[in-house]
Nanobody, 115 residues
Framework: QVQLVESGGGLVQPGGSLRLSCAASLSIFSFKVMGWYRQAPGKERELVASRATNGITTYVDSVKGRFTVSGDNAKNTVYLQMNSLKPEDTAVYYC?????????WGQGTQVTVSS
């Protein structure tokens, strides 16, 4: 059974940092792509960052230079390091993985950027 579990969200002041973790129930190499999405109230879910099996990463323009996606194969975990956080980064962040053509999702973790 494929499971993804996010952690690491919370309340942080503008300019601060958080690291989100996504623990998978199987090797992250098993997923064609793993991605981090976010959904703010009243907005559509958007892809923030992704990491393919070959290590290639992509980022939405609004987070380039501030967010970094990485993986630890030994821990079956993908991370999203978020620096220089802004109030507009406030959202529920979801981890997703594509396995054998099907997308799997975690339960989400809340990130709130506020003073």
């Amino acid at each position: 059974q494929v499971q993804l579990v996010e952690s690491g969200g919370g309340l942080v002041q503008p300019g601060g940092s958080l690291r989100l973790s996504c623990a998978a129930s199987l090797s992250i190499f098993s997923f064609k792509v793993m991605g981090w999405y976010r959904q703010a109230p009243g907005k559509e879910r958007e892809l923030v960052a992704s990491r393919a099996t070959n290590g290639i990463t992509t980022y939405v323009d609004s987070v380039k230079g501030r967010f970094t996606v990485s993986g630890d194969n030994a821990k079956n975990t993908v991370y999203l390091q978020m620096n220089s956080l802004k109030p507009e980064d406030t959202a529920v962040y979801y981890c997703s993985g594509t396995y054998w053509g099907r997308d799997y999702w975690g339960q989400g973790t809340q990130v709130t950027v506020s003073s």
